[in-house]
């Protein structure tokens, strides 16, 4: 209980007696390996990416992640690749140890400048050369979307991306060959650490009923998923935790069911998961989840977590209560079903007891005949909200059958505009059901001034996006009309 077991660019180490509460790359530095770099500690620049093994079919993947955000309990029996591991194929013990092509792609086309952040771009190319369908579609720019640099304007890194040569089959990279063996299984962990002042302790189970047991006997434990929520307070406030409890282990969260009925997506599902698997099934996660952060931060994010932490900019919830969605809670006594609308109770409050957690995430289907998210933020990518909108439709004859109109960053929770859906109950999506939805919003929101945006600024944005909502789905909008002339 007191050690943590891992593979380390191939080689098994051991940390001993370390707090629960330490990130892999704290640790990592600590013990000298100091290509991973700390930029930002929040995930926001890349800095610090390494590539975790994952399962990926019955093989497995390199998967680029933030190591600031990454405890070094979550990767215990896990594969990490830093900078330091990125090297030829064959020099594993060279002591020249020869330049990657990725490495040597960045040399040529002149891809680092002050360097600082050359490690993380490293180590998501790394992951981006060895994708398996690259040879199909080339190079994805955004498999670097989560990596900052103040220097090069991006165009000689992006150069260095596309220039990389499509991996031949059967050739001796060590690299390629490892994908075609499984990822470790991710195992049950117990860690304690008597610490100076308190004993700090972290489980991570791997089946739902010790987590459910673990949380009836300990209900003070923090809840972590991805992490990329928790552990920038670790990061940036010096919080420390004494009793977590890890979900990433469990199977049963990992799940995506499709019925009939629902579609139901369990509570540990990635959001890169979400993203690639579901864009396609549910335009309006679809729709959101590029928006969603960066694809380092998709990469371990999931949306229990980000339901969980109820923030009232939170990305998802508007979308989710848009296609009203409902959680599974479950407790070691029982399970219940609740809808997302009523989930949020106060600032940062929930209707989650004490010893429950969430464990999936239900969309009815069929899904809303018309649905758009949108989102108001400084940068169109890899930003925090000013103010997020989820609206949906369900039409029956041309009228609308009911509406969900539902805003994030207005008010202390998420937030569906009732009297609004009402207005347009009845009536055909037109511009003079517009205007009675616009009627009802008048005054509806409180919103605070923030850095995001003063008050005014958003209750502006809760009309304007409605608006914009008609403009780009509506009959009898300028967008459509000018579509039917063109076809």
Known sequence: MHTIHFTLNGREVIARDVDPNTTLLNWLRDQ???????????????????????????GSRYLPVNSCLLLLGAVGGREVITVEGVRAPGTATSLDRQPHVVQQAMIEQAGSQCGYCTPG????????????????????????????????????????????????????DGFAARLASPAPPV?????????????????????????????????????????????????????????????????????IRRGEEYLEIGAGVSLGRVETELSAEVPLLGELLPLFSSRLIRARATLGGNLGTASPIGDSPPALLALDAELCLASKAATRWVPLCEFFTGYRQTLRESGELITSVRIPMPQPDVARFYKVSKREFDDISTVAAGFSLRTKQGLIESARLCYGGVAATPVRATAAEQALQGQRWSKPALELALAALEHVFTPMTDQRGSAEYRRRMVTKLLERFWFDTAPDSPAQSSSRKVG
Do not use: W
């Not at 995930?43 to 590539?51: D, F, I, L, Q, S």
């Not at 089946?207 to 307070?233: F, K, M, Q």
């Open 121 to 172: 771009f490293v180590v998501s190319l790394f992951a981006e050369y060895y994708r398996k369908d690259r040879a199909a579609t080339g190079f994805d720019p955004e498999s670097i979307g989560g990596n900052l640099c103040r220097c090069t304007g991006y165009r000689p890194i992006v150069d260095a991306g596309r220039s990389l040569p499509v991996l031949q089959p059967g050739s001796q």
């Open 32 to 58: 000298g390996h100091t290509g991973t770099k700390e930029g930002c500690a929040e995930g926001e620049c890349g800095a610090c990416a390494v590539a975790l093994v994952v399962k990926d079919g019955a």
């Open 187 to 255: 195992e049950k962990l117990e860690l304690a650490y008597e610490g100076h002042e308190s004993e700090r302790f972290l489980f991570r189970p791997t089946e739902l009923t010790d987590a459910l047991d673990y949380l009836a006997e300990h209900p003070d434990a923090y809840l972590v998923s991805g992490g990329t929520d928790i552990v920038v307070e670790l990061n940036q406030r010096h919080r420390r935790l004494d009793r977590m409890l890890l979900l990433e282990g469990i199977e049963e969260l990992q799940q």
